[in-house]
């Protein structure tokens, strides 16, 4: 079956791969290419694939720097429709040779957009709509062939099409769930502009990552890094589906789990028929970080004993193979791509040595993100448990206890994160937050206990809500919750004086604190 696909070219926006994502949810295939594709591979591509459409993502470029992203403008000539979303909106422009520079003011953040022409990929909205914008250059004219949809007080030119090609572009990210009705305007492109059919199922990803893990390992072995999150939970049965004993789990307890952790993930997948070896390396981890301080070398560290460990449980196995669960979000954030930024090192992506010994490693889950991966999960018949689990970084611990790793400073965080789980999950808001834990700042602080004065730790509780962790809000939890949390940490952990609520939402800050 030939699916239609809309293609995105990606230009090293932060949420380019929402935009592939927000595709695939609509029931329509979606593939991110790099910018500079060439017209054969796309045509192989379209032997594959019904394209019926392309999409310019966004960028941290300018269009006239010399070293701008540019794209074959041959493509154009495939009279396919064509949607330009912030950078790509400019690059269209820019082409057609409209005039394209710096705003007088930079919009990050919520705009709202005067609809002129309700037409195309704008049919059906408001006059006026809340969108989502982020950039520092705009469209300040287009050439006579092109018309104006729309535009903001600091941009003339916040939406446009061709007046005879299906070509538009969008100032704004319809992708980023704040614009309003966003979902509405890439329908309007997939299937009023594109005439997409709705043909691509989320069980078709699942026999294309099977497929995948098959031809990659052929017939040799694997170990995969079973940690007790979702991912990699869901990459373990995708590989073992593909190569059943061939592959052997490994869960390493590195010593910053969560209380009772290794039993959890003991007890989930003996129902299931998969090697499972439980590794307990707690004090080499400890060993090699003690006295490191820097974030960055912290999960570089761990990443790299991490790696270690799985070759020695490898050639235990007999594996030349290494799969992991990592998904989309933990590699933009490493910044794998030329065009973007790196924000921090993930441990299961750009955390790895260069030396290593695996003949390759394989990332079934790499494209998806973590609601998606959920809706697999529910496919692939995981427990509730793993399903809405929230998140837990690969490091765990380790980059939630601030400054120096001890096994005491860790056992504090570890008693913390207990108590807000618990008191969470009694508020019943445990399915409204994307993630809710502790933090063991480096801060001290004086308290009094009993009429005496002491002088301990501050521990920061941190939830936030979020749809895919690239940007996140602070949850607004009831006082009297975190007046509860608050009260059994300090009465429950005595080396702990005061308990504080971070309120900054991603960006600026990112969820973990390290
Ligand atoms: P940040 O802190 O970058 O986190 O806003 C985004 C999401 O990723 C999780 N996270 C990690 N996951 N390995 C992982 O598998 C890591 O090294 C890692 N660091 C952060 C974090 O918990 C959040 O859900």
């Known amino acids: ?36 594709i060439k017209t054969e591979d796309f045509k192989l591509l379209n032997e594959k694939f019904d394209v019926k459409g392309l999409i310019l993502s966004g ?25 330009g979303l912030c950078y790509g909106h400019q690059l269209i422009a820019h082409l057609a040779g409209g ?50 949809l729309a535009c903001t007080e600091n941009c003339p030119v916040a939406a446009f099409r061709h007046k005879e090609k299906p070509i538009y572009g969008l100032q704004w990210h319809p992708e980023v769930v704040h614009t309003e ?43 995969i890094a079973l940690s007790g999150g979702i991912d990699s939970s869901v990459a373990t049965v995708v590989a073992a589906k593909a190569i059943g004993d061939r592959l052997t789990a490994v869960f390493v307890d590195h010593g ?37 301080v820097d974030p960055e070398r912290k999960r570089k560290i761990i990443g790299e004993e991490f790696i270690r460990v799985f070759e020695e449980e490898a050639e235990k196995a007999g594996a030349e193979y290494l799969i992991q669960g990592t998904i989309y979000p933990d ?54 448990e793993i399903v809405f689990r929230q998140p837990f970084p690969g490091p765990g611990l380790a980059v939630r206890v601030a400054g120096e790793l001890t096994e005491k400073k860790v056992e504090i965080a570890r008693k913390a994160d207990k108590i807000i789980r618990e008191e969470i999950e009694k508020s019943g808001l445990k399915r409204k937050l994307w993630q809710y834990f502790a933090v063991l700042t480096d801060t001290k602080a004086t308290g009094v206990k009993g009429d005496a004065r002491t002088y301990g730790y501050v521990v920061a509780i941190r939830a936030v809500e979020s749809r895919e962790a690239m940007t996140a809000s602070f949850a607004r939890i009831p006082y009297r919750v975190l007046e509860k949390i608050s009260t059994r940490i300090t009465n429950e952990i005595p080396e702990v004086v005061r308990v504080v609520y971070d309120i900054t939402h991603k960006p600026p800050a990112t969820i973990e604190w390290e």
């Not at 960028?59 to 949607?83: C, E, M």
């Not at 260069?354 to 993100?369: A, G, H, M, Q, S």
């Open 1 to 36: 079956m030939r699916y239609d696909a809309v293609l995105v070219l990606d230009f090293g926006g932060q949420y380019c791969h929402l935009i592939g994502r927000r595709i695939r949810e609509q029931g329509v295939y979606s593939e991110i290419l790099p910018h500079n």
């Open 59 to 83: 960028g941290p470029a300018s269009v006239y720097d010399a070293n701008a992203p540019k794209v074959d403008v041959k493509i154009f000539d495939f009279g396919l429709p064509v949607l």
């Open 99 to 148: 005039k394209v520079g710096p705003a007088k003011r930079r919009e990050y953040g919520v705009a709202y957009v005067t609809i002129d022409k309700p037409v195309g990929v704008l049919k059906g909205l408001n006059r006026m709509e809340k969108v989502w914008m982020s950039h520092s250059d705009i469209v300040f004219s287009v050439p006579p062939e092109f018309e104006v």
């Open 181 to 223: 009705k966003g979902i509405q305007m890439l329908r309007n492109f997939l299937f009023e502009v594109c005439q997409c059919k709705a043909n691509w199922r989320m069980e078709d990803l699942i026999g294309r990552m099977i497929e995948e893990v098959k031809a990659e390992v052929g017939e040799g072995k694997a170990i």
């Open 256 to 292: 910053f789990m969560r209380e009772k952790e290794p039993e959890f993930v003991k007890n989930i997948f003996k129902r299931f028929k998969i090697n499972l070896v439980m590794v307990n390396a707690k004090e080499r981890f400890l060993k090699r970080l003690k006295g490191v």
């Open 331 to 384: 590699r933009i954030e490493s910044g794998f791509r030329k065009f973007s930024d790196k924000i921090k090192t993930h441990h299961n992506v750009a955390g790895l040595p260069t030396r290593i010994k695996f003949k390759k490693i394989v990332e079934p889950l790499r494209d998806l993100y973590k609601d998606e991966v959920r809706k697999v999960a529910k496919v692939l018949g995981l427990p509730e």
